[in-house]
């Protein structure tokens, strides 16, 4: 693909069509990966597509942005490639692809003292700069259940014990 944009084919789509796709009608800025024959185009849908299994739709969001996402997929194409089987070509399923780990970058804010725990990142959340708060809440960062928890809502500083399982606050 020449373009990172695929904007050919919406004139083509019916209702009756979308109905027998599985991937249904995905919406414009979906990132699409072609998944065989062979593995590694990517474009940025220019408006809403229907995909068959030719492809892996990597559907994005603020955290995520289209183009964050077609870079990550450049930078861990070998990564990708490697995942992919069979003997007349290759592919790589979706079963194959979604362990792949995405690190993505954190929110925006101010952070101090991150420290890691098994399973988990432990750090002080700082007040931003003009923004009236002054809590420093002590959080962590689930990475199996990819999701952030509060501590404790305000601390100076703290520190993990060496077995992460007991914490000191001040």
Same mark, same amino acid.
């Given at each position: ?104 970058? $954190?929110? @925006? /804010? ?5 420290? !890691? =725990?098994?399973?988990?990142? #432990?750090?002080? &959340?700082? $007040?931003? @700069? /003009? ?5 420093? !809440? =002590?959080?962590?960062?689930? #990475?199996?259940? &990819? ?24």
């Amino acid at each position: 693909m020449a373009s990172l944009s695929a904007i050919s084919g919406a004139s083509r789509l019916t209702d009756a069509g979308i109905a027998k796709v599985s991937s249904g009608l995905l919406p414009a800025g979906t990132l699409l990966l072609s998944s065989r024959a062979p593995v590694g185009y990517l474009a940025i849908a220019a408006m809403p597509v229907a995909i068959n299994q030719g492809f892996i739709a990597l559907k994005c969001n603020e955290r995520a942005s289209n183009y964050f996402m077609l870079n990550w997929c450049q930078t861990n194409m070998a990564e990708i490639e490697s995942r992919a089987t069979g003997t007349t070509f290759a592919e790589i399923s979706k079963q194959n692809f979604r362990p792949i780990s995405v690190v993505l970058p $954190p929110k @925006a /804010g101010n952070y101090a003292d991150v420290q !890691a =725990i098994k399973g988990k990142l #432990l750090y002080r &959340r700082q $007040p931003r @700069a /003009g923004s009236g708060d002054e809590k420093n !809440a =002590i959080v962590y960062f689930d #990475l199996a259940e &990819r999701e952030e928890k509060t501590v404790l809502d305000d601390a100076d500083t703290f520190e993990a014990t060496a077995d992460g399982k007991k914490m000191l606050r001040r």
